[in-house]
């Protein structure tokens, strides 16, 4: 049998209806704008819109006026209420500690008789007897400007004393010469009460003072505020 006769196959220059997708026209490519053609014109605000606008900041100014305490002016006085502070007191100064004397004897039916008496910087701590001679209920006052508050039931061993007689001793004085003893001294407080309950006689003083350093110095003082013994870094 013959061989079939071959010819050499070669596609059509320009198929037709083969492939839709290749029929198609080229599909366009997206418009890329230019830099100009970017940049977009804003319109100018509308007076409402600018009104708007201008109230909003004089808001916002007003808030950050109110927060920082103070306006354009520092020396503007404030508009507002004022708040008063209260005078602040030194128990351990000759007039103070007599107001306290005041207070206590208002708060006990006249009487100034206490266990003890801490007398700070700027407030005091006193205690008082509750129910008489030889009963160890007590009550302890905090003391400042306001007077007597904080009322605490304590209980306490130690002997009752009238605090007004100490009250022509207590002057600055006393803390005074417990700072002397020390390199910047800080702070300083008066404490009056029984030392020794074996000991007779009346109760005396200690001023207790303090630096940055946590350095201490100690001057005992009799009733009458003389010197009976001293420590501290630079005692003599």
């Known amino acids: 049998m013959a061989p079939r006769t071959w010819r050499q196959y070669s596609p059509d220059p320009e198929p037709k209806g083969e492939n839709p997708a290749y029929d198609a026209p080229p599909a366009e490519l997206p418009h890329v704008r230019t ?68 207070d206590i004897a208002e708060s006990n039916g006249g009487s100034t008789i206490v266990t003890s008496a801490a007398l700070n910087d700027a407030y005091a701590e006193v205690t008082v007897p509750d129910h008489g001679p030889g009963d160890e209920r007590a009550v302890r006052y905090h003391w400042n400007a306001r007077g007597l508050s904080g009322a605490t039931r304590t209980t306490t061993s130690y002997r009752p004393f009238d605090l007004a007689t100490y009250r022509d001793v207590i002057t600055e004085d006393l803390c005074a010469q417990a700072r002397a003893l020390l390199d910047r001294p800080r702070s300083c407080y008066l404490l009056i009460e029984e030392t020794d309950a074996d000991e007779p006689g009346p109760v005396g003083i200690t001023a207790w003072a303090g630096n940055d350093y946590d350095q201490t110095a100690r001057i005992e003082f009799d009733h009458r505020g003389r010197v009976l013994e001293r420590s501290g870094p630079n005692a003599r």
């Open 35 to 102: 830099v100009a053609e970017r940049t977009i014109r804003r319109r100018p605000a509308s007076p409402r819109s600018a009104l708007i606008a201008l109230v909003a900041a004089a808001a916002v100014a007003g808030f950050f006026t109110l927060l920082n305490g103070r306006g354009d002016d520092a020396d503007t006085p404030p508009t507002g209420p004022r708040i008063t502070v209260s005078p602040q007191v030194r128990p351990q100064q000759k007039d103070d500690f007599a107001t306290l004397l005041d």
